[in-house]
C-alpha cells in the first residue's frame, strides 16, 4: 500500500502547486467576459492586470497571487475508498511538499506566538472536511486557497427567521461594502443559511466553491440568488473597487433548516483569483480533474 | 505612460492627483504590518534609507539565498491594515509613495497633505505582474519577521499601472467611492419590500 499512498501523495502536492499557478477553466472564463463587457477605464486596466497575471503565471510557472493562502481540503469519500486511512497524513504531506516546489508563501500562524510554520502545515492546516458517501469505491478533492485578504470580509450572525430575505440581502451587502474591495473583487459571493452559525459557515464556504454560472438546484433559492446578484452587482464596486459595471462573479445560497425562532446567516468571499480545484480518483488512483483542462 | 523615478522629490508627489496612473522605476522597500510596527512601536529603523523613496505594502514569494534572491510572486496586501501606523511611519522615515491594494484612511491622508505623500493602488492578486517589474531583489532588512512580514529591497523597472488613490491635495478616491458603494446599495436594497420582493 505505501506506493499508492506515495503515489496519491504525488499527484495531489501536484495538483496543490498547479492550482496556485492556474485559475480554473471556469473562472479565467468568467472574467475574461467582464473584461468584454466593461466600459469603465479604470476599471478595464484593472481586468487588464487580472488577464495579463494569469498569462504570466502560466507562462513562467509561478503563484497566480503570492498570497498562496491557508490551503484547505473538502474530501467526498467514498467509504470504500482503500486509502482512507492515509488521507489525513497524506494531504499534510502533499501540502508541504507542494509549499517547496510551487514555491508556496508559507502563511501557517500559530496563536498566540505568531510563530510562522514555515510548512503551511500545523495546528488545524490544512483544513480538512470530510463528507461520506456510502458504498462508493472513488474520492472526490477539492482544494481551495484562500488568501487572507478574501477571508477577512467573511462574517456570520444569528437572526430572527422573521428577518427573512431582505435581512440577508442587506447583510451580505453591507459586508461587500464595508470590506469588500479589499478582497480584490470581482467577487464569488457564498452565502449560508442554516439553524446556527456555525452551520451556516460551513455552508457559505460550500456555496463559494460551486462551479461560476450554475444556481441552486431549488427553484426559490436559485430566484433568491439572481436578485441578489442583481442587488451587488447595481452596488458596483468594480475590479479591485475602483467601480465600473459589476461587483461579482456569482452569487451562490446553500441552505439547510433553520430552528422556529433562530436563523445563522453567513456570508464568505473569494476572490478574481479563486483558486478552486477539484480531483475525482478511482479506486486504482486514476485521477481525472474537473477543473482545469490542462492539468 | 508616466513613470515616477525613485528617489522623487516633494514637487513631483504633490502634483499627482487622485485617479492619475502612474509607473514606478527605482528602488523600493517592502513593508507590512511587522515593518511598521517596528518603526512606529518599537522605534528602529533600517540599514537604508527611505526618504524620499517608497514602501509597498506586500509580502512577497522570494527564493533563493543571500546574494541570489528571486522575487518570484510580489503582489499588494491591504494597505488599511497599516493606517494605524502609516502617518507616523511617513513622519519617521520620509517616505513619500505608498503602494498597496484599496485606499487609506484619513489619518494616512493627512499625512500625505502634511508631508508630500501619495498612495497608489495595484491590482490586488497581480502578483506575477509585479514581480515581472522586479529587475533585483537585492537585499533584505529585518529577514527574522519571516518571508512574508520582512523589509524586501527592490529596484523595480517600470511597475503599474498605479493609480493614485490618495493625493497630497485632498484627493481620496476610495473614500468617494465608498459613499458612492454606500448610497447605491442604500437604494437597491430599498427595492426590496420588507418580504424581499423587488417593488
Not at chain 1, 465600473?244 to 446553500?254: D, Y
Not at chain 2, 493602488?121 to 529577514?143: I, Q, S
Amino acid at each position: 500500500m505505501e506506493s499508492d499512498k506515495q503515489k496519491f501523495i504525488s499527484v495531489v502536492s501536484r495538483f496543490v502547486d498547479y492550482n496556485a499557478k492556474r485559475l480554473p477553466d471556469d473562472v479565467v472564463l468568467c472574467l475574461g467576459k467582464m473584461a468584454d463587457e466593461e466600459r469603465d477605464e479604470r476599471a478595464k486596466l484593472m481586468y487588464g492586470c487580472m488577464l495579463r497575471d494569469i498569462e504570466l503565471a502560466a507562462e513562467t510557472s509561478r503563484p497566480v497571487c503570492q498570497d498562496t493562502g491557508l490551503v484547505q481540503f473538502f474530501v467526498e469519500a467514498g467509504t470504500e475508498f482503500p486509502l482512507l486511512r492515509e488521507l489525513p497524513e497524506a494531504l499534510k504531506e502533499a501540502v508541504e511538499r507542494a509549499s517547496v516546489s510551487a514555491p508556496l508563501r508559507p502563511n501557517a500562524v500559530e496563536y498566540p506566538s505568531e510563530n510562522n510554520t514555515g510548512t503551511n502545515t500545523g495546528r488545524g492546516v490544512p483544513y480538512i472536511e470530510y463528507d461520506i458517501v456510502p458504498d462508493s469505491r472513488k474520492l472526490k478533492l477539492t482544494v481551495y486557497m484562500q488568501g487572507g485578504g478574501a477571508a477577512l470580509p467573511g462574517r456570520a450572525a444569528v437572526f430572527p427567521p422573521s428577518k427573512g430575505f431582505r435581512g440577508i440581502a442587506e447583510f451580505v451587502a453591507d459586508a461587500m461594502v464595508e470590506k469588500g474591495i479589499n478582497a480584490c473583487p470581482p467577487l464569488v459571493v457564498g452565502v449560508g443559511v442554516a439553524g446556527c452559525m456555525p452551520t451556516a459557515a460551513k455552508l457559505a464556504k460550500h456555496a463559494c466553491l460551486r462551479k461560476l454560472g450554475r444556481y441552486s438546484e431549488l427553484t426559490e433559492i436559485a430566484e433568491e440568488e439572481r436578485k441578489l446578484k442583481a442587488l451587488l452587482d447595481e452596488i458596483a464596486i468594480g475590479p479591485q473597487g475602483v467601480g465600473g459595471r459589476a461587483s461579482t462573479m456569482a452569487v451562490n445560497i446553500e441552505t439547510a433548516c433553520h430552528h422556529p425562532s433562530s436563523m445563522g446567516v453567513a456570508v464568505q468571499f473569494s476572490c478574481w483569483a479563486m483558486r478552486r480545484g477539484v480531483l475525482e480518483f478511482d479506486e486504482d488512483l486514476t485521477v481525472k480533474c474537473l477543473t482545469h483542462g490542462g492539468f | 505612460m508616466k513613470i515616477l523615478n525613485l528617489p522623487i522629490a516633494e514637487e513631483e508627489v504633490r502634483a499627482l492627483a487622485a485617479g492619475d496612473v502612474v509607473y514606478i522605476t527605482g528602488e523600493l522597500v517592502t513593508g507590512r504590518d511587522r515593518v511598521h510596527e517596528r518603526v512606529v512601536k518599537e522605534k528602529k529603523m533600517p540599514g537604508i534609507s527611505l526618504k524620499n523613496g517608497a514602501v509597498f505594502h506586500a509580502g512577497p514569494i522570494v527564493t533563493g539565498d543571500k546574494g541570489n534572491y528571486k522575487t518570484v510572486a510580489v503582489g499588494p496586501t491591504t494597505s488599511m491594515r497599516m493606517e494605524a501606523f502609516e502617518a507616523d511611519f511617513i513622519a519617521a522615515t520620509g517616505v513619500r509613495i505608498i503602494i498597496g491594494k484599496g485606499g487609506m484612511g484619513q489619518k494616512t491622508a493627512a499625512a500625505c497633505q502634511k508631508y508630500g505623500a501619495v498612495h497608489l493602488m495595484f491590482a490586488g492578486g497581480a502578483a506575477v505582474l509585479a514581480a515581472d517589474k522586479v529587475v533585483d531583489t537585492y537585499g533584505v532588512e529585518w529577514e527574522d519577521l519571516g518571508m512574508p512580514e520582512a523589509m524586501w529591497l527592490l529596484r523595480m523597472k517600470e511597475f503599474g499601472p498605479l493609480v493614485v488613490s490618495v493625493d497630497a491635495k485632498g484627493g481620496n478616491l476610495f473614500e468617494e467611492n465608498k459613499k458612492i458603494f454606500n448610497e447605491r446599495k442604500q437604494i437597491a436594497l430599498e427595492k426590496l419590500s420588507d418580504t424581499g420582493e423587488i417593488k
